[in-house]
Every structure is written in C-alpha cells, then in structure tokens.
C-alpha cells in the first residue's frame, strides 16, 4: 500500500481532471473490477452542480531576480486548487493578495482550494514567504478551466446476497498521505482482498469519487438503489499514520456499522478516540444527511484536523504515513467486513443446558470452577434465544466476536444451536 | 417590580379576605385585563371546603407594664394566620402557649398559620420572647372569622392558538419578599409583557391565587379545560434574590415545561440546583397530581426552605429581594416564553448538504476549518429531518435555543428548510 | 436451623441414593408437607439422561504400614463422588494419579466428583498426601452404581391464587456447611413458617433437588406449569454465613424476583455485592435457560467460588457458617416474601391533594416544613395514579417497601386510595 501511494503520490489531482483519471487508471491496474464513470460538467446534482473541469500544467512564480519560489512540478500544493490561468507581472504587494502561508507552521506549504469562486494563488512555506524581496514577479498558471466532466471509479463484488456493504473513499487531494492517499490505497487493498475470497456473503459496492461533489454525484446517480440495499457502510479516510484510532459514527448512531465499528475498535490493540457527528468533516454529511440516511461511520488513525501536519505538505509519506500504520488501517475495515459476514443469529436446540460433558466439550471431573472454554461456550449458549445476534452476544459477554463465532460455530457443529445468518 | 413589591408590602394577606383583595386591586392597576374572581365560603372544591373568610383589623400584646410588645399596625407577622378573636388578661405562663418564635433566629419574627383548625397566637422575635415579665397579658386580636368568600385573581390573553401556557403565582403571604410577593410582581410584569406582544403563538393564563385551597379551587372550576389546553405552566414563587437559580421539576418529569425549563436554566449565567419531584412544596403538588397532570414547574432563584429567611421577618425588600433578583426571576420566564414562542419542527427541503457558497452562506475558499456560523448551520440542517424541534436540536448541537432558532430562520430564508411550528 | 444443619451434616449425600433421601426424610420430620418422588435411572430428561444410582458404604485407604490414611466414616469427602467400587494393591506411584489435594490450602481436603465418567479417587488434604510414604497402598472402595432413581423433595403450599412463587435448592453436597447445607434448613424453615401463616396470596413450590441434574428433571416434568404460573423464584444457596451478602440476576435481569431481591438487599444492614448473569453457577443456568425463562435469581451470603472455604472440607458449621449467618439468609427470603404478598397498585379516590388535617393526618399549625410523616403520606400519594406498584413507588421515593405499604394501608384505611393486589 504504501508504495501504491508513493506512484500516486505527485499526480496533481482536484475535484476533476486527468488527475483523478489518472489516479483512477493507476488504481484500474491493481483492481480490473473497477470501472471509471464520466460526469458531465454541468449536470445537476441535488443541490449542486458539477462544476467545469480543472487542468493543470504548471504553475510557477518567479522573483524580481528570475529566481522561480514556487513551482507545481516540485510541489503541487504550491498552487490554490482550481486556480484560473494567469500569466502577468505583478508587484510584491499585489501578489501578496493571492499568497497563502501558516504563520505557525513556516516550513508547511498549507493547501487550499477555491473550487466555486474563480480565484488565482499560490501557497508556500511561511517562511519562503517571509524572504521574498520587493519588486516585480512573473505569476504564470497554466490551468484550463472548460467543460469537461466528474471523474469517479466503482468496484463491485458480487456476493450471495444483493444486500451491500458500501465502501467509499476520495481522490482529489493532491500530495498528501494521510489525508487522503491513505483512503484509496487502503480502499483499493480492501478490493483486491474482498474480489480475491472464495465467498461473499454480501455484496460490496466501493467507490473512489471527489470528496462532497463526487459522493453529492454518486448520491444523485444511485440513492433509491443504495437506500435499498446498503446495510453497513464505511467512508475510508485518514487510515495511514500510527498515532491513533479514531471512530465517527454515523448521525444515527446505532446502525449496524456503528455497532460493528465501535467492536472492531473496542477490541483493537491501542484506545481509540469517539468523536461524535458534530466532529463529521467528510462524506457522511452527504451519505447520512436527512432522506438520504445511508448507515456511514468512519474507522480512522488520526482523524482529520486533529494532526498537526492536516492539509499541509507536512502530510507525507515519510514522517507521517506508514506501512504500518496503512496495516492498521486496512485491518479495521478487515475485521468489520469479516465480522458483517460471519454474524449470524444462534438459537438453541435444547431446552436448559445440554449436556457439554457426553459431546467431550466440559471436563467430566467436577472440581470448582471450570475451564474458560466450557464457561464462554456456556455463557454464549445463555444467550441463543434468537433474539442476539452473534456481534450482540459478543458485546453482553464482553469477549471478541471472533471467539464467539468460534464457539457458536463448536455449538453447531454438536447440532446444539440453529444458525441463522443475519444481515441487519 | 421592586416598587410594587414595596407598595404591596404591609398589606395584610390571607388565603382569604380583603388583604388578598386589596393586593388582586393594586396588581389590576398594573394589568387591566386581570379580573377578581370570588368563590363562596363552603363551596366544596375538589376535597376541600372553601374555609370562612379571616379579616384581621389590628393584634396587639401588651404586657404588665402597659407596653405594647407586638402589634400587627407595625408588622402584621406578629399575629398567626386565621386566628380567632380574642380579647383578654392572661398570665404569661398561659401566654406561653400562643407564643411563636425561633431559638436559632432570636431576631426573626416566624410566620405561622392555622387555617383550619380555631386558634389563637401571636409570633415574636426570640430575643424578645426571652425578655417578657412575669405578670398578667392583655391580649387584644380584633379579627373577624366569617362566612365570605376566597378571592382571586385572573389573566386571560389570547394568541393565535387556543394551546395554552399557564401561568400561576400566590398572593396569602402577608410581608415576607421572596416567598411571596417576588412572585406576584414578577407574574404580572410578564403578564404586562405578554398583554404589549404585538403577537402570540400560544394563549396565556395567569392566574393569583392563594396557596393550596386557590389552586384546588381554580382546578375545581377549570379542571377539564385546562387538562385539555395547557401545553406548558410555571409556577412562578421565590423569584426574587440574587444567591441562586433552582428548578422544581414537574411529576412526570419531562413535560414541554421540563424541557424549556431546563433549557433556560441551563444557559443561564450561573449554574442552578436541580430539585426533584419529592422537594416540591407549592402548588404543582396539586396541578401535577395523579389524574390532573399539568406540565407544571417552577424556575426559581432561592428555593423555599433552602434559604435561611425562609418564612420569617427576615425575608425582606432589602437584604434578600433585589431588583437585580427579581429581574433574573423575570428573565427566566421572559426565555421561556420566548423559546415556546418560537419552537418549531424545521426539515430539510435538499438532499445531502446544500451549497452554502453559492448562497453566501459558506466561504468560497477551502482552507481548512470553516468558520463557526457555517458549521452552525450544517450542524442544524443535520437534524432538520422532520423529528426534532428546535429546542430538541439546539439540546443536541449543545448551543442556547436562539442561537439555533437564529440559524433555522436564516436557512428558512433562503428556502432551505421548512419550519412548521410546535405546540408540543 | 445450624441445629438441623448439624444432624445432616455427615449423611453421605450426592446426586443420587440413599444420602438424599435420608436427608429428604429427615427434612420431612420437620416439614410432613414435604412428599418425596423417585425418577428411574435412564430416564430422558431434557438434553440429558438420569444416572445409576450410586451408594457409598464406606471407602478407606491404606497406607504400607497399615494405617488408614483416608476413611469416608470419618469425612465423606475423602472420596471422589460416583466412585466406582475398587478393591486393590497400588504403588504410591500409580495412587497418586487418583488422589486430589490442594497445594494452596495444605488442610483443606477437596470436594471432587465423576458423576458422568467413570472413575475412582481420594481426596486428601494436600500436607497429609506429602507426608505419604513409598510403598503398596490397599484401596478399598465399597460403592454401588446400579440403576435405581433420582429422589427430590417437594412441597405445595397452597394460597388465594394459583400464582406461584417457586424455590429451588439443593441436596447433593456431603459434608460442607455454606454451600450447600445452608441452603435446605433455611429452605425448610421458610417452608415451615409459610405453611403456619393464616393467610397466602400466593401458592408457594419449594423444592429439595440434586443440582443440575435435578432441577433439569424438575423441570423436564414440569416446564408448562411452571411457566404458567411462577411469577418469583429465588435459588436458595449459600445463605449460611456472616461475611457478605450478595445478589445474582436472573437472566433477564429486571423480573418481579430481581425488583424485589434488589429492594431487599438495598435496605438490608449492610452493603450487597451484585453479581451479574456470568457470574451464575447454580440452578438459575437451566431456570433462566433460552425457552425456560423463569424469573429465578439468588440471595446469599458469601457467594460460591468467592470464598476460600468453598468446595472444601473448611466449609464447615463452626468457623464459617453461624446461626446470625443462616439468620441473616432466611430473612432475606422471609423479607421477599412479605414483599410480594403485600405489594398493591395503590390508586387515589381525590384529585388533588386530599385535605389530611380534618382526617388527622397532618398538622393544623403550619409554620414551615412538615413532619416526616405527612411528607410520606404525600409522597406516596403523589404516585397514586394507578401506574406504580406500592414496590416501585418505594424505589422512588427511596423508602422501604414496609414503610410504604404502612402508608398505602393508612392512606386507604381513610378512604383515600383503592388497593388492588398485584401478582406482576
């Protein structure tokens, strides 16, 4: 993952344009399942409309001695995001308009956009900014801003069921790792190893859109379809650095996914960190508004605006994002989608406790307390009336699913319990 | 209001008789739309009788030496509530069965009543209790216990809807601040308030009774109306000092009042005591018990019994009853109406978040955090769904309700939402 | 009952023979209301099957030199229960596969047995089985494990109402004191004291079962009626000593018998540990069991397993279980008991307030706060409205039940509220 990251790492992508379609095509290598879909510019979507498309060749600033401080073939971040061709001399004074830094952070170029305004800039390290010299500078954007289309790739994997589990994440930062790299690359891992089982129970619908336009678009295109049939769903964001785990629920709050999200994380190996709807800064604004609904959490590392190197060229592949910490990433989504396919609802076949001891599954020489594996089998049997789900049980014996689902599993196979899978 | 209080100070009131009437008269100056009521001696109320009307002309205590050791003309505590007339010599070991008086207050004059069973007594200051002299007691309480009738006093201000708030506060306390007169003054300051409202969602009824029998009579007469109509009522009582805020819940708990109550308290400038249903001590022991069941509930500031004046001389216009008291007592009850005024259920008329920007709503250049008032509003529209009030999301939101009803107007301007107003 | 306690103490008891019925006849000598059923050996009991009865005569051990090391005529606990008959010359080497002790507790001689696998053992404690010396050892195990039947005892108290309440315990255990012989005397004594009250509301199912196995076959014959009718139920165990006291959830967790075990132990002398539903191990596992669902839970002293002495020879009648203890565990039940037969829906014949001066019931002289008793009255009034059960208005105004129910009986010996029993 992280060397995917590093290939996608100086594509200049925005909200649309042959970054996203590059990044898409880059992302087609490792997933032949995904498909690219074209949005007119233009086209209304729900509120919105999809905006022209966004073209960058380069950017560049040269100072009063012909020395260039900021240059979108070094960094990307060095110009503002959907910023209109400009090519003129301007004084220092003018230019400083159309400058953006962090005072706090001088060496961080700070990325910034202006997706529905036309403006120009350029972002640079305050403390570049600070030694520039009076005189006259040579702004040259060489941008196309004409209509065009929305750019967005989609994966899916058929299962035994056409209820879905609904993966999305977003293309359209230029370089920075952990927001937002880390979201298509755990995403796209999260693909190739669902395309790769033997078995689905659900089916798997994943998307790689613009952050807000794109999943404002993809709402436009497939709501009644994804009201019907999404069950759980995770917007893949933030999952690259090691220095947290970080949950936001969806605006309900108790759907399926919080439930599984809040296990996978309870049961994770460090604390996690709750934050609350008021915290969303992503697409569930969009998949959980009202009327729309869709059952949306977050699974993230360090969440977004909680790190100090958020939406700056600090952000990187080095001192920020990991292969561990993409591991940890990838392995909470992992763990959610292997618990949703394995939950199930046990309900008894005996009245009262079966005799464990006959099937060889309970010490037969009473002497105190019994062993663990005897009580958990027990206390899960406590608990198949039908009305708990293996993840409920899981929850009420304050064990993993995993071994709960190893010991329903032990339960069936000695025809003590029926198995219901449950979707829900 | 603190003038008012002073101008009905030395009144001498009852449960009945003509100092709640002269009191009724001084507040209909005030509010012409308020109208005196007079039920008969002996009607049957609920459990109750309406008891005879008390009238007192003047008590006195004389003792040995011609002195005059109390006398109603100077403080009219001194004699208890409803006692018989009584006119004779008494020794002062007799006399020491009619004393009243605090060991632990010797400067504080007890109020004490005894309205239902034939008594006589006179209450005194401790330290001058413990001075009397041996020898004979000329007692002289000219008072008249007669059939008459139980006086009150009635508000009726229409709103648009026939729903109703409720208003009750008692006028039988002779001169103590606090409990009482902070009561009345501040009811018919906002019954004022109300009566100059260009405009009133709800209807309002104020009613100024006396304690217990007042408002078993007035449920008596008014019971199925007002079961049928009252969405929310206040007992307003021990409004008028500046050392606390305290909130005396309703039976159920989580009535509309409740709700509002708790609300204004919570956002007020200091933090409050939260009583529950076993400390009530006023009138919602009627209007909330089994089978009435009004959304009754008290917004004070110091709570009876739980400050030290409590029923005594000492509960004055000076060192406890405060203009500044008495306007915070005000203010609680003005945002409450305010908040009732003004609730309503507002929903969403987009799908997913609307585009702020192009309304002016939302900066046009993406940088990071957003500003407070757009994160306001999409915070609000996230709950505009049709299922919570106002009130409801600005609980949520964890804002004051007219920072949320400021941005629910806002985004009905610009057609965002729908806003349909809550009478529940 | 630490009498009776003692004249049971050394019968060799255990699931099946002539132990348990020796103590099901002894009981009955103090209980002729007790009847005493056989269940054939091989009988299908729910998921299991009766066992071969077994009867110990005697079983000894003898070491090289001819010394009885280990003699069940001295403590029955020296064999392993459901022995099989042996009668032969070991090597210490090949004895000690068969011998149980615990190192922990040098003195203590545990209590094992295979009641389902065949085997043969002694239990010694563990400074008696270092001090064994090489050689040949003589086993002698003079058992008997042939079909014949499973005996419990029974007893139906019959009351007004075909509701029952149901109590459980048990009578497989040799000679330990806490658990289990405090369990039947103080079962028969709540046996013997509701058989000699004139009046039940109630009819009460008092069982004398072997643990597990028995309670299966209970309610293998039955479940319907059980189900129908038993309202409470309480597993008498481990109600013998002074240390504790403790409280075990049925299943459920909130049945009438949890309300009324968790009042009981709150306003009991001194604080309760509460158990939850991992925590069980006695009859509660097959009466709370999925499609059983009886609403059972325990009331006990010092919890089994979470005491040194359990399932030891130290768990004997004078260093751990007392008469104060056994005491201490019948009051509980006795206390449950009053509870659910005096437990009413109180509902009040006045609206408002009732006027309790003129029934003498509040003091004519009102100068402040109340006595405590009138406070009551109202209080308790106050929840009158049909809706709350002379037990949850306790919980609610944070008195006992008996308090309450005095006031409920006062309040309706004036005609105030009407009182309907209530069996939920």
């Known amino acids: 993952m992280h060397d995917l990251a590093r290939r996608l790492w100086s594509i200049p992508r925005s909200i649309t344009g042959n970054g996203v379609r590059q990044t898409l095509r880059e992302l087609q290598n490792l997933c032949p399942n995904l498909t690219i879909h ?3 510019s233009g086209t ?7 905006p022209d498309e966004w073209n960058l060749r380069r950017a560049t600033l ?5 020395c260039v401080v900021a240059d979108t073939d070094i960094n990307n971040l060095h110009v503002v995001g959907y910023s209109e061709p400009v090519h003129r001399l301007v004084s220092l004074e003018e230019l400083q308009n159309h400058l953006h830094s962090i005072p706090e952070q001088p060496d961080a170029i700070p990325y910034v956009t202006s997706y529905y305004e036309r403006r120009w800039g350029f972002c640079l390290a305050h403390r570049d900014r600070e030694s520039l ?13 004409t209509a065009g289309s929305l750019s967005y790739g989609e994966i899916i994997i058929p299962g035994d069921h056409p209820d879905e589990v609904f993966i999305s994440t977003y293309v359209c930062h ?3 790792a952990n927001n937002e790299l880390s979201g298509p690359v755990v995403a796209a891992e999260i693909a190739r190893w669902l395309t790769a089982r033997s078995k689905r129970r659900f089916t ?3 998307v790689f859109i613009p952050e807000t336009i794109g999943s404002i678009t993809y709402l436009a295109r497939h709501l009644s379809q994804l009201k019907e049939r999404v069950r759980a769903g995770f917007n893949v964001t933030c999952v690259g650095d090691e220095r947290a785990f970080s949950y936001l629920p969806s605006r309900n709050g108790s759907t399926l996914a919080d ?4 296990h996978v994380l309870e049961h994770a190996s460090t604390a996690y960190t709750a934050y609350t709807w008021l915290d969303r800064g992503s697409d569930e604004r969009q998949y959980c508004a009202p009327g729309i609904d869709l059952p949306v959490v977050s699974m993230m590392r360090s969440k977004y605006w909680e790190y100090p190197e958020y939406h700056t060229s600090l952000d990187d592949l080095d001192s920020v994002v990991t292969p561990v910490g993409l591991a940890g990433g990838f392995a909470l989504h992992r763990l959610a989608v292997e618990i949703l396919e394995r939950n199930s609802v046990p309900t008894t076949r005996v009245l009262g406790e079966p005799q464990l001891g006959r099937r060889g599954l309970y010490s037969t020489l009473g002497a105190g307390r019994v062993s663990a594996s005897p009580v958990l089998l027990l206390d899960v049997l406590s608990f198949c009336d039908g009305k708990y789900s293996t993840l409920e049980i899981a929850r009420i014996v304050g064990r ?3 071994e709960v689902a190893d010991a329903v599993d032990l339960l069936a196979s000695h025809d003590l319990v029926d198995v219901i899978p449950t979707f829900a």
């Open 204 to 206: 798997y619908r994943i």
């Open 62 to 66: 040269t100072d009063p001695d012909g």
């Open 259 to 262: 439930t599984v999200a809040r």
């Open 133 to 145: 010299k009076p005189g006259t500078y040579e702004v040259k954007i060489d941008t196309r801003l």
């Open 400 to 402: 993993s699913f995993f």
């Open 44 to 50: 209304e979507v729900l509120d919105w409309r999809v």
């Open 174 to 176: 230029p370089s920075m």
């Open 38 to 40: 074209e949005v007119p």
